[in-house]
């Protein structure tokens, strides 16, 4: 069986998301860069091994991605999910798991890269709104796509009312894209990825 490892910060609801999905993997660990991550408790109630490297603890960035490759290597994974990992990692670490990283971004990539999303978003006025899953590259929040959810963006909207409706899209692609990994079924070739024995437009999701 195939396995995972997740890599969470805080809260960890889209960690759940993939836990409870019933996935054809394992979850081999959760692994946070905090010891305070929320999202830990619901990880070892679950049963899954978790881990902290405490950023904190560690003089470089060299030494922390060190520490943190070498405990997500032991467990050998196959894919490795990044889910409100709250840290920009290094070249040499990204190009270390290239081909097997994947992470969420709550916005609809390339639009809004980087922190506070849906406060931007706002302020832009954009009609629509979401989030997406794509392959990790060196570039922050960049890399090939995988599937996006949109999320219309309704008049009066706050950004913790749109941040809400953002995340409960979240938690249905974040699976769904793990699985067509998990299934071998994404190609990435130049930079775009296909999904096989899919419909393209199976991975344009919108709010229902
Ligand atoms: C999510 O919105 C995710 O897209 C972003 O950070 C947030 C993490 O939430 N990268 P959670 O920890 O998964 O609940």
New binding site residues.
Partial sequence: MKKIVIL??????????IVRAGLPAQVGAVISNRPDAA?LKFAAQAGVETQVVDERAYASRDAFEGELAAAIDRRSPDLVA?????RVLGADFVRRYSGKLL????SLLPAFPGLHTHRRALQEGVKLHG?TVHFVTPQVDHGPIVVQAAVPVRAGDTESAL?AR??KQ?HRIYPLALRWFLEDRLVVENGLVRVNGTEARQSILAEE
Avoid: D, K
């Avoid at 969470?8 to 998301?17: D, K, L, Q, V």
């Avoid at 992470?103 to 709550?106: D, F």
């Fill in positions: 969470i910060s805080g809260r960890g609801s889209n960690m759940e998301a999202g990044l889910a409100g990992f709250m992470n969420i971004h709550p989030c941040a953002v995340l979240e």
